[in-house]
């Protein structure tokens, strides 16, 4: 691997004079990050899990094929709405990194171009304890607008008792 990267600067030293800028000689790189991504979506798939047997929530939600193969963003809530986790992949949706919105409302995602008919409409549904799936406009980082697909539901724990909302969310054009 050290061989392949002293190549590879070679070859930018080389290119670099040019008025081509070099590429990757080898997708060593590209897996790398791709690889990095899957670890940090299988510690994500194990906090959740975590979480979901420490809070004794009913049912199974299938962590693993929501972040692994639908690469949805998840983020949990307490009863107030306060979120407690945000998966990883967050930051390549809206730049946020998980540490920076926990102990915030998902409110902190909207602005000026942000439904108000959407937002009741989710805000009657966790009101009345009930799934929701909509699609409205939420802010990165940066402030860039984005359309979010979003799809959330109360948590309930083995006694029946709410002790949390879960959301699935992904970029949408």
Same mark, same amino acid.
């Given at each position: 691997m050290e061989k392949i990267r002293f190549y590879e600067e070679a070859v930018n030293h080389f290119h670099g004079k040019r008025s081509f800028s070099a590429l990757p000689i080898c997708s060593v #790189?590209?897996?790398a990050q791709r690889f990095n991504r /899957? =670890? #940090?979506?299988l510690h994500d798939t194990k906090n959740l899990n975590h979480l979901a047997n420490s809070g004794n929530w009913q049912g199974d939600i299938p962590f693993q094929e #929501?972040?692994? $193969?639908k690469e949805h963003v998840v983020v949990v809530t307490d009863e107030n709405l306060n979120i407690v986790y945000a998966t990883q992949?967050?930051?390549?949706?809206n730049g946020y990194r998980p540490q920076e919105v926990i102990g915030k409302t998902p409110k902190l995602?909207?602005?000026? $171009?942000t439904c108000k008919e959407t937002s009741k409409k989710v805000s009657k549904a966790v009101k009345s304890l009930s799934p929701f799936e909509? /699609?409205?406009t939420n802010y *990165?980082? $940066?402030?860039?607008?984005?359309? =979010?697909?979003i799809k959330g539901a109360p948590v309930y724990?083995? *006694?029946?008792?709410?002790?949390?909302?879960?959301?699935? #969310?992904?970029?949408?054009a």
């Open positions: #790189e590209f897996y /899957v =670890c #940090e979506n #929501e972040i692994l $193969d992949n967050m930051r390549l949706m995602f909207q602005g000026k $171009d909509v /699609v409205l *990165s980082k $940066d402030g860039a607008p984005y359309k =979010c697909w724990n083995k *006694s029946g008792k709410v002790v949390n909302f879960i959301a699935f #969310e992904k970029k949408v």
